[in-house]
């Protein structure tokens, strides 16, 4: 089975809040980090967290993560059209990061 | 300008032709990574390199071949094209130094079309 999951779709209407979320299996992974990615264009990192942390905001963004679950999520607050795009989570615990196969956002009027 | 640039952004070739899509980094990145991405499979990792000299088999190696004989190239070659081989690829770097785990820094793909 896959090492990171996320379901594949989200929905949302505009200014509603977003909550994408990620599982993981590797318990040693040090950092976890949400990459989004716009058409036509390669994935940028959004935001991490590093593993001994529960929560970090930033702007429109918290993450949260659960570590005795494996469960991080990822809340945009105030969704807005510009971010409708693919959102990856992905783990990593030397330079080799493991990718889900990414949330793609959906935000309506 | 730094970053990374890949080059061409797109490109249409034969079954049977060899192509090779190229990748360059301003950064003097120590790692960089060839991933595929198709829809339903997320990225896949195909090779990646720890250095100049440095390459290894990611989850998808088969009909690709990588080099890296500078830092801030790592030109990827598909020896003889196969329709299953039609993607969008991305190369991504990444290096100590970095802070925050080293994320990976990608160049805007080159989506490759095999008839």
């Known amino acids: 089975g896959e090492d990171v999951e996320q379901s594949l779709f989200l929905s949302v209407r505009e200014g509603d809040s977003s909550v994408i979320n990620c599982t993981y299996t590797?318990?040693?992974?040090?950092?976890l980090y949400w990459y989004k990615q716009e058409p036509g264009a390669g994935l940028q990192l959004l935001t991490y967290?590093?593993?001994?942390?529960d929560m970090k905001q930033d702007q429109r963004l918290t993450v949260l993560l659960n570590k005795k679950d494996k469960h991080l999520s990822l809340r945009i607050a105030d969704t807005q059209t510009g971010d409708s795009a693919i959102y990856f989570c992905?783990?990593?615990?030397?330079?080799?990061?493991?990718f889900g196969r990414g949330t793609s956002l959906i935000v309506h009027p | 300008d730094a970053g990374i640039t890949q080059s061409p952004r797109y490109k249409i070739t034969e079954t049977g032709r060899q192509v090779t899509l190229m990748c360059h980094q301003t950064?003097?990145?120590?790692?960089m990574f060839w991933y595929r991405q198709d829809l339903g499979h997320g990225l896949r990792l195909i090779y990646y390199?720890?250095?100049?000299?440095?390459?290894d088999k990611g989850e998808v190696p088969d009909g690709y071949v990588v080099s890296r004989s500078k830092t801030e190239n790592f030109p990827l070659t598909l020896e003889s094209a196969t329709r299953s081989q039609t993607s969008v690829y991305f190369c991504?770097?990444?290096?100590?130094?970095?802070?925050?785990?080293?994320?990976?820094?990608f160049g805007n793909g080159t989506r490759l079309t095999v008839t």
């Open positions: 991504a770097s990444t290096g100590s130094g970095q802070g925050a785990g080293s994320p990976l820094h």
């Open positions: 590797d318990s040693s992974s040090t950092y």
């Open positions: 967290i590093f593993s001994n942390m």
């Open positions: 992905a783990e990593s615990i030397s330079y080799i990061p493991t």
């Open positions: 950064w003097s990145h120590s790692y």
């Open positions: 390199s720890a250095a100049a000299d440095i390459t």
